[in-house]
């Protein structure tokens, strides 16, 4: 059993947009054990669908469309499959008076008339109910082979899926072969040096488990595939490999699942009672930003200063004056005082530090853009560390958010 997903819209292709539909889709996928094969994005043009739709159909047994269901003019998908399943254009009654209803909600609104079209499904279809939007999905079967086709909104698109086609391939599209993927979470080794540690065991991997690398500024997630007949044997057999690397690369390893570094830390932290602040100069919250996008993260995280000037720096973390004439604001001795600062000032355990030199412009000659100054305080100990990234701004930030996360991981382990 194979899948593929297609994904309409010109915005999609210059850039406007990014699409985050097919990896939610795919990974939804392969929780039924049924792998995606092709991605496939293409424009709102009635020639483009129908060739996507016959590549697809030729290779796999799963196709999932999404987009161009609206009621404008450049919403051709219906019209197009239509034409491609040799079928035609009817009115649902019960998607209309859902449609009219939600205008009616919008306090009081009229529908406009082009909006009635949004009721037409495929004549041999199953109509896909949309309880959250206006837009219905459509399921269509043709030689064994099942196609679904849904709106490019996201929240609509998760609801049709979870709702309505998830449940249908359940049921009825059962796979003999199983995908079992198990991950591993890596800091502070790069990818190539990961890989030559671990290569005589990779040499051993069988056919039917595949290991790929997932890298990331500063850490390196690896994923182990395997695919066969047997579950049982199968994630026996990939664990066994997993096992072997972990404890080959146990002093880099963070996590043993399918988790976020910012996870890991937020659940580490919480588990252990541990609080956190940051003081952020070059890093302008970013890290504060991460780690607050972690769900329970308050039960860890107490609070952030953004401190661009030096003003900030002495007024909100009492850094001293003198600290930043004679040594400058990215120095090691400043993101010392702007970490012990933000302990001071939030009541934590620790907290993180950084200031640098962003880029493109404010380097020197002794301090060369992407020169940044990082401090981790915690109850014992500040550890301060000076990192030349080189790179361009935004790379620079980023490299500075692993390193703070890294540095403060080391110092919590």
């Avoid at 997993?242 to 570094?261: C, I, Y």
């Avoid at 990192?387 to 930030?397: E, G, L």
Wanted: proline share 3%.
């Amino acid at each position: 059993m194979k899948a593929e997903i297609i994904t309409i819209g010109d915005e999609l292709l210059n850039g406007q947009v990014v699409d985050t539909n097919s990896a939610w889709i795919a990974k939804r996928l392969g929780e039924l054990h049924i792998p995606v094969m092709h991605i496939t994005s293409i424009s709102d043009k009635s020639d483009a669908i129908q060739e996507a739709l016959r590549h697809a159909e030729a290779r796999a047994d799963v196709v999932i469309m999404t987009g161009g269901l609206g009621p404008t003019r450049d919403d051709i998908t219906k019209a197009t499959v239509a034409a491609y399943f040799g079928t035609t254009l009817v009115r649902d009654e019960a998607v209309l008076a859902h449609v009219e209803a939600i205008f009616h909600r919008k306090a009081g609104r009229v529908m406009p008339a082009m909006n009635k079209g949004q009721a037409d499904v495929l004549a041999n279809s199953t109509v896909l109910f949309n309880d959250v939007g206006t837009a219905p999905g459509m399921a269509v079967s043709r030689d064994g082979k099942f196609f679904a086709f849904l709106p490019g909104v996201p929240f609509e698109m998760k609801f049709l899926m979870e709702n309505r086609v998830l449940p249908m391939l359940r049921d009825t599209y059962k796979s003999d072969t199983y995908i079992y993927n198990s991950y591993l979470l890596t800091v502070g080794i790069g990818e190539s040096h990961l890989a030559q540690q671990i290569a005589d065991i990779e040499d051993t991997f069988p056919a039917h488990i595949t290991l790929a690398y997932l890298p990331r500024i500063g850490m390196v997630r690896l994923r182990f595939t395997g695919e066969g007949e047997d579950l049982e044997a199968l994630t026996s057999a990939v664990e066994d490999l997993k096992d072997q690397v972990v404890k080959r690369v146990k002093d880099h390893v963070v996590s043993l699942d399918n988790r976020s570094f910012e996870e890991v830390l937020v659940h580490t932290c919480s588990a252990a009672g541990v609080t956190l602040a940051t003081a952020e100069s070059c890093t302008g919250g970013t890290i504060s930003a991460q780690i607050t996008a972690v769900p329970g993260a308050s039960q860890m995280f107490q609070g952030a200063a953004v401190v661009y000037s030096n003003q900030a720096k002495m007024d909100v973390l009492g850094v001293s004056s003198d600290t930043l004439v004679q040594y400058g604001a990215v120095s090691e001795p400043t993101v010392r005082e702007m970490a012990e600062g933000a302990r001071r000032v939030f009541g934590t355990d620790y907290a993180i530090a950084t200031s640098g030199i962003a880029g493109p412009g404010g380097g020197t000659e002794t301090k060369p853009v992407g020169t940044v100054c990082i401090a981790v305080a915690g109850k014992s100990e500040t550890r301060t560390q000076t990192f030349y990234f080189k790179n361009d701004r935004a790379i620079n930030i980023e490299r500075s958010v692993a390193a703070g996360l890294t540095m403060f991981w080391d110092m919590l382990k």
